[in-house]
């Protein structure tokens, strides 16, 4: 089974260095010295990693056989892909991939049915599930423990806590209002608090 497990950014210095949009919970056994990596676009690949290091919070890659910055920017955007045992699971047992979730079955924990993950959409800050409800629209459910507090892949579901107002926005709650305390304001803009 393929996985991506990285993004190719751009290009760090001169010598063919990459940054690289980390896309795995295991960056150490996926993008280590020597792994050898399938490629999206094909074309691209495979790449061979030679080295890496982290920069300022970034992972920095060199690949074998790219040397200059030319080659490194010609791989922007390119998709990292490894080979995973379908089998092999993550060493955290609060982890999946991907593949582990695309299709559960997700349900509130009263039990109320909500739809089908249909993909895992991997943002900056935080994991969405993306679940197709029975009606065919779509909902996006942060991954995060407070709101999904149970992957249960023996019985093909995921059972979700959500807030008020992330499954039906009629039930939103609304956070905060503007406080007008602060006296009045006047036609011509001043403050009209003595």
């Known amino acids: 089974m393929q996985l991506v ?61 790219v040397r200059d910055r030319n080659g490194a920017e010609a791989l922007r955007n390119v998709l990292l892909i490894a080979e995973v045992d379908p089998a092999e699971l993550p060493e955290d047992p609060e982890e999946f991939y991907d593949h582990q979730l695309v299709d559960l079955d997700v349900v509130t924990v009263d039990g109320t049915e909500v739809g089908r993950i249909l993909e895992i959409s991997h943002l900056p800050g935080q994991d969405l599930l993306i679940v197709e409800r029975p009606d065919g629209t779509e909902v996006m459910i942060p991954f995060v423990s407070e709101i999904v507090p149970e992957i249960d892949l023996e019985n093909q579901r995921a059972v979700i806590d959500p807030p008020p107002g992330l499954l039906n926005e009629a039930e939103a709650e609304i956070a905060s209002t503007r406080d007008t305390e602060g006296g009045t304001r006047d036609s011509d803009g001043a403050d009209g608090t003595a």
């Open 5 to 65: 497990v990285g993004r190719i950014g751009r290009a760090h210095g001169i010598k063919g260095e990459v940054t690289v949009e980390v896309r795995t919970d295991e960056p150490e056994v996926r993008l280590g010295p020597g792994a050898v990596l399938a490629t999206d676009p094909a074309t691209a690949g495979p790449l061979t990693i030679e080295s890496g290091k982290v920069h300022s919070g970034r992972l920095l890659l060199r690949f074998e056989g």
